[in-house]
């Protein structure tokens, strides 16, 4: 079975309706996520942040379909999941999702191109010819296609991962603590390949556009203000923050919402949101920087901290 994509990737890619998940039930029960509402803009990059147990995560895996909510409704591509059998949503998270995990999550057996191939391959599809060394190319490790997930460092590993994520040329990229496993140079290669993804016109993969280097541009740098590339192509990237597509909210490229704990890694997207408690208690716009959204992340926590401390005074 499969789902046709549609036609023009809507406004929104991704609408969160009045999300609650509750986990548990009577005394037992915990809401994760509270009555939430959020869209996500195509062609840009949302960073999701807030103190542990806030709901990242929960936000994150209702969004992309892995989770059901217990009220609310989650629309991808302006299809409405609740309304999905697990059949149709299987096939709706192959073809629309692409998901980055914090553990890279890459099958050990298999070589970086059979990794890179595996979600057509589970969608009873073959790559086209060229497509998955293109992917890799794109990540800047064509040269590593027959290596094992066990022979790549951390950073190239998360490449294949992206390289993977996008080779069904989803309707939106969730990454979960894409770079909570990796060193700052790495962190800041990768984060410059999802800023290059939403900064790109159109086939983020580029098997439209031979030679574009929508990623390969990246992997050489230069796409972030104050990130300096490497030759190696593990760029140094300190300093650097959301690119020329987060101050105009240019569109067209990918739209990625990734959840972090790192204020330098928040400061590549075009619009941070705050949880607490489940729900969405502030946002920032794009372009202000790490010190900036580490601080209202700070006031935050900090506010967290007094209202927990006086509920549990009053209980
Ligand atoms: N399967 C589950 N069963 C029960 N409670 C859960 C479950 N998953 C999450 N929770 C609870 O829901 C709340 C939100 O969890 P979630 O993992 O979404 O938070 P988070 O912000 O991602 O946290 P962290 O930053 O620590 O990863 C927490 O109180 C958590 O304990």
């Known amino acids: 079975m499969t789902t046709s994509r549609p036609g023009p990737v809507p406004e929104h890619p991704v609408e969160l309706r009045a999300v609650t998940r509750r986990y548990g039930q009577g005394t037992q029960s915990v809401t994760a996520l509270d009555a939430v509402t959020l869209t996500f803009a195509a062609g840009t ?31 991808i591509g302006g299809t409405a999941l609740g309304a999905l059998d697990e059949n149709a949503l299987t096939v709706l998270r192959r073809e629309r999702v692409g998901f980055v995990f914090q553990a890279f999550n890459l ?38 296609a027959a290596h094992r997930p066990g022979e ?114 928040a400061a590549y997207a075009d619009r941070v949101v705050l949880l607490a408690d489940g729900r969405g208690v502030d946002e920032l716009p794009g372009g202000r920087g790490a010190e900036a959204i580490a601080a209202r992340m700070a006031a935050l926590e900090e506010r967290h901290r007094g209202a927990h401390a006086q509920s549990a005074v009053a209980s």
Request: proline share 5%; with cysteine; hydrophobic share 40%.
């Open 45 to 75: 990059m949302t960073a999701v942040m807030g103190p542990s147990g806030s709901g990242k995560s929960t936000l994150l895996h209702c969004a992309a379909g892995i989770d059901r909510p217990s009220e609310g409704e989650v629309l």
């Open 152 to 265: 790549l460092s951390g950073g190239q590993q998360q490449r294949v991962a992206l390289a993977r994520a996008l080779i069904t040329r989803p309707t939106v990229l969730f990454a979960d603590e894409p770079t909570g496993a990796l060193d700052t140079h790495t962190s800041h290669t990768v984060l410059r390949m999802l800023r290059g993804l939403v900064d790109a016109d159109g086939d983020v993969l580029g098997t439209d556009a031979p030679g574009g280097g929508v990623l390969g541009g990246d992997v050489r740098g230069g796409a972030v203000p104050g990130g300096e590339a490497r030759a190696d192509g593990e760029g140094d990237g300190e300093g650097a923050g959301a690119g020329d597509g987060a101050r105009t909210g240019r569109r067209g490229g990918q739209t990625v919402v990734m959840v972090t704990h790192d204020p330098a890694a």
């Open 107 to 144: 099958v050990a057996a298999l070589t970086a191109a059979q990794n890179v191939e595996l979600p057509l391959r589970l969608a009873g599809r073959r790559a086209a010819p060229g497509q998955v060394g293109e992917a890799l190319r794109r990540v800047g490790l064509a040269d590593r």
